[in-house]
């Protein structure tokens, strides 16, 4: 499969997103066998890039939509892979075939409370109704067994996206031992808090002079957790305000880290925490 030309970027990116997306795919299953994730390209009339499955059927459309992802390649790429991490099945980026992605209606619920809703909806909305469909709706004629094997597409990709929900569950870990160097981190701010620098913070005759820090929470694809300091370059007339020249962390803003050194760690409860410095922010990557 050609691997097609991504719009807005240099050939140098491309060639970079293609690399780790192979690295990504190391180790699954083979797309003819169980199938891929497509990750389609946007088109005139949509510009956002979207998330579909690829299912082996032997007959007619075989391809169906999940979800809208994102604009943005690093970003659209960033949320598919997270999804899909613990699936078999590879991550593909693709054109959008308008011949073999339109829905034909047979995914459109004809039956019970979600009638006219598509199956993908469903999904999102009320999964225990999908499994429903998917294993104990007894179909009565051929268009309704279509029905109901897309259902079974569908709740695969729910129970692939389901162990993604499953890890996150999990207890978090260290990022590793006090001393050691990470690279290559995609965080997302969890809570953001700004303070006064003591050390910097100074009086000019008697106009008083602020040095700020924000204090950063963050959270990686797995749930483990991180803080670091970033300190203002430049000083502030008032007590824990940011230079309007500074950049100011937002909750739910990713953070790209090429490389940082560990330096404690420590729990609060049951959370574990990294504290991070000599912190090299970088460009965005896609790889959970």
Known sequence: ???????????????????????????RSSFKE??????????????????????????????????????????????????????SRCLLLVDYNAKRMQSKGDDIVSIGK?????LHEVMMIDPAYLTWIAFKFTPRIPKQQRFVEIARIYHSAYLDFQ?????????????????????????????????????????RGITPYFYVRQILTLKDASGNLAT????????????????????????????????ARIARTYSVGNKKYTRLNYVKFGEPSFES
Not at 3 to 16: D, F, H, K, R, Y
Not at 169 to 190: A, P, S, Y
Request: proline share 6%; aromatic share 12%; glycine share 4%.
């Open 1 to 27: 499969m050609a691997n097609p030309l991504i719009p807005g970027i240099s050939q140098a990116e491309q060639e970079s997103l293609y690399s780790k997306l192979n690295i990504y795919n190391q180790g």
């Open 34 to 87: 169980v199938g891929a994730y497509f990750v389609v390209l946007p088109r005139p009339d949509y510009p956002q890039y979207t998330l579909w499955i690829y299912s082996p059927l032997p007959e007619r459309q075989s391809i169906f939509y999940i979800r809208t992802l994102s604009e943005d390649i690093h970003e659209a790429l960033r949320m598919a892979s997270t999804l899909c991490y613990y699936s």
């Open 114 to 118: 979600y009638r006219g809703h598509f």
């Open 163 to 203: 162990k993604h929900q499953t890890s996150q569950r999990i207890v978090n870990r260290f990022l590793g031992k006090e001393g050691d160097k990470v690279e290559n981190l995609t965080l997302t701010v969890q809570n953001v808090r700004i303070e006064d620098d003591p050390y910097k913070t100074q009086l």
């Open 228 to 259: 670091l300091r970033v300190n203002a370059r430049t000083s502030s007339r008032k007590s824990c305000q940011l230079p309007s020249v500074e950049h100011a962390y937002e909750v739910g803003e990713t953070v790209y880290i090429a490389s």
